[in-house]
């Protein structure tokens, strides 16, 4: 019996120093990219109706959308459309990778508004499915909203476009994901 939860205390730390490293700043984010790390590919795992609206950063190499909005159900009781995961996301993720020439092996970061709805269950979600080096931006895009003040509920702090990283409301036509072509 011992033995059993010395193995079972081992696997729980491994599994927790595992997750440490599943999250990277925005400011780490971006100065792998501009030192033009070969082995990264930067995605944006938001819809690209939320990036139409919210901004987008040209520091990213792809729009790759984790969940998508379907806007023929209505969640009533949430008050939303609903959200499904992208059918075509691995394949999608493998794509960018080839395009790139780079393997499952490769550093692949992820980043959606918060970094807790989509961008860190996007990297988890890779990682299941043989992505090692899967993370994601804590804080994402936006940021976290501020919990007291005139701005209560504004997305104010952290996240990339809150650190004074280069973003933009315009998206870049060449990265955002497009159902015209692959």
């Known amino acids: 019996m011992k033995r059993l939860l010395i ?7 491994s599994l927790a120093a ?15 990219i501009q030192n033009n790390e070969k082995n990264v590919l930067f995605i944006d795992v938001r819809d690209p109706v939320e990036i139409m ?16 909005v379907d806007r023929t159900q209505w969640n009533a009781e949430k008050g939303v459309f609903r959200l499904y995961r992208n059918p075509d996301f691995i394949n999608h993720v493998k794509l960018q990778l ?17 970094g807790s709805e989509r961008g860190e269950p996007s990297a988890a979600f890779l990682r299941e499915n043989g ?10 895009f936006q940021g976290g909203a501020l919990k007291e003040g005139p701005q209560a509920g504004f997305r104010l702090q952290n996240g990339w476009q809150n650190s004074g990283l280069p973003w933009s409301a315009k998206m870049n036509a060449d990265k955002i994901h497009r159902v015209d072509r692959p």
Request: proline share 3%; glycine share 8%; aromatic share 10%.
């Open 7 to 13: 193995a079972a205390a081992l696997g729980f730390a």
């Open 18 to 32: 595992n997750a440490a490293d599943l999250g990277i700043s925005a400011q780490d984010t971006y100065a792998k």
């Open 53 to 68: 609206f919210v901004g987008f950063s040209d520091a990213v190499h792809a729009n790759v959308p984790f969940m998508m």
């Open 98 to 114: 080839a395009r790139r020439g780079l393997s499952a092996d490769a550093e692949i970061i992820t980043m959606c508004r918060s």
């Open 131 to 140: 992505f090692p080096n899967a993370r994601f931006v804590v804080n994402g």
